[in-house]
């Protein structure tokens, strides 16, 4: 329960137009050791009180002038529905008035003439179920706090695990560990220029990391050619969508589904002639076709063992020259138009060999 102590240092707030009562109540918290206490006659200066004070309890007289104790609680419970319990001064005790307090928001009665005993036993009673409440609030914000917090560490685990494996891909195809933060910043920013809104823009970030987690299941011998691959080792190459879709399938997870849809789609070309199924225009989804323009891009303007990297301009032309047949036409045209912040992106993550 809480303490003699916790309890007179609560807020209280008596309002009774005559001030005889006012002085009585007064003596008698005192007497009981609380220190917080305001008096006021005027009904009318209730709420700029209550506001400045926010007290815990509030002491009400039923009969005055200007706004009687009904207006004052309608008020009260306006300005704030969970605010101060409200005990009712009256010497009307009939079953009316008493119906009509509660339902205005009393929570208890005080008789007149005040009996020393009743008043301080009603006013603490009330004050403890007030402190308890707002003990139960406390350990609910802590408590939401905490789920809150074990919820977001659990979520960076997740993504630190999809990208760290995405960065043990690139490794094994002799890609850098910067590529998948360029590529994955190009097609956040490409979802937010298409319209998808932060949420969406963000499970691109966290899912396409994953887009080449097929490679693992590709020989070394042909993922690490330095030359041209021949035809029957890009039948191979082709296969790693379809590997990388296997390897995610299955899961609860949104963000790893994103990632497996990603991954089986980031080949797929809009005019139909791209793998592994040949889906065309917007049967392919978004995710795939914002993660293929992003890939695209890094690829071609990055170093790699068997080619140089390609200036920017020359990378743009290409994806431009290649919307409607290769690239998404209206994502094409957005990339470029957003190629200023793409360079931003581009700086922040260099090569090694860059530095």
Request: proline content about 5%; overall charge negative.
């Amino acid at each position: 329960m809480p303490s003699r102590l916790n309890l007179t240092q609560s807020r209280i707030l008596i309002v009774d137009d005559q001030p005889g009562n006012l002085m009585l109540l007064d003596k008698l918290l005192k007497k009981e050791g609380f220190i917080n206490i305001f008096a006021i006659s005027d009904s009318r200066e209730v709420e700029a009180v209550y506001l400045q004070e926010s007290p815990d309890i509030v002491l009400l007289d039923l009969n005055m002038p200007h706004l009687d104790g009904f207006q004052v609680m309608a008020r009260l419970r306006e300005i704030d529905p969970e605010g101060a319990a409200i005990l009712v001064l009256t010497a009307q005790m009939d079953q009316e008035t008493r119906l009509r307090a509660l339902k205005s928001g009393a929570r208890d009665f005080i008789a007149k003439p005040f009996d020393r005993h009743e008043v301080m036993a009603r006013i603490r009673n009330q004050l403890e179920v007030r402190l308890l409440y707002r003990k139960l609030s406390g350990q609910n914000v802590d408590l939401e706090q905490l789920v809150a917090e074990r919820t977001q560490e659990l979520l960076d685990t997740r993504l630190e695990v999809v990208r760290r494996l995405g960065r043990a891909c690139e490794f094994r195809d002799n890609e850098t560990g910067s590529h998948i933060e360029r590529m994955s910043r190009y097609a956040h920013l490409l979802a937010l220029k298409a319209g998808l809104g932060e949420d969406e823009a963000d499970k691109i970030l966290s899912a396409s990391p994953m887009h080449d987690v097929g490679k693992i299941g590709i020989a070394d011998a042909i993922l690490l050619k330095p030359g041209k691959l021949n035809p029957e080792e890009f039948e191979e190459i082709k296969k790693h969508p379809a590997i990388g879709g296997h390897i995610l399938t299955g899961s609860d997870s949104a963000l790893i589904k994103l990632a497996e849809l990603i991954a089986l789609t980031h080949h797929e070309k809009w005019d139909g002639s791209g793998y592994p199924q040949g889906l065309k225009a917007d049967e392919i989804p978004i995710a795939g076709r914002i993660t293929a323009i992003a890939d695209v891009f890094d690829a071609l303007t990055t170093i790699r063992p068997y080619k140089k990297a390609w200036e920017v301009s020359d990378a743009a032309d290409f994806i431009l020259k290649n919307s409607g047949s290769h690239f998404d036409p209206k994502l094409a045209l957005l990339f470029v138009q957003a190629l200023p912040e793409m360079l931003v992106i581009r700086a922040q993550f260099p090569d090694n060999s860059d530095e």
